[in-house]
Nanobody, 124 residues
Framework: QVQLAEAGGGLVQAGDSLRLSCAAS????????MGWFRQAPGKEREFVAA????????PYADSVKGRFTISRDNTKNTVYLQMNSLKPEDTAVYYC?????????????????WGQGTQVTVSV
């Protein structure tokens, strides 16, 4: 089992940058595929980015491609989401998630562990 804790959210202006981090407990972090998802008020949770165990596979949602970068440091049990050129429509609670078995997927239902989320608010 793994526990996840996100950090780095906040209130920024459009065009600014933020870096989210997600620290995982346990000694098997490198065996999990990791993902970032977000949920805006009144909307379903949606995929943002994911990363394979080695970091070699990194799919992104079209809405963030070219602006967001996901990365991981297996020595620190941490996954990151660098968010640049933020837009008001990026406002949401951002969650990191871990998938047992390591296969990257965009689907919420295939992730086994979730953090509590961190709020990102982008003002105009």
């Amino acid at each position: 089992q793994v526990q996840l804790a996100e950090a780095g959210g906040g209130l920024v202006q459009a065009g600014d940058s933020l870096r989210l981090s997600c620290a995982a407990s346990g000694r098997t972090f490198s065996s999990y595929a990791m993902g970032w998802f977000r949920q805006a008020p009144g909307k379903e949770r949606e995929f943002v980015a994911a990363i394979s165990r080695s970091g070699s596979i990194t799919p992104y949602a079209d809405s963030v491609k070219g602006r967001f970068t996901i990365s991981r440091d297996n020595t620190k049990n941490t996954v990151y989401l660098q968010m640049n050129s933020l837009k008001p429509e990026d406002t949401a609670v951002y969650y990191c998630a871990a998938r047992t078995g390591g296969v990257v997927t965009l689907l919420v239902r295939f992730y086994d562990y979730w953090g509590q989320g961190t709020q990102v608010t982008v003002s105009v």
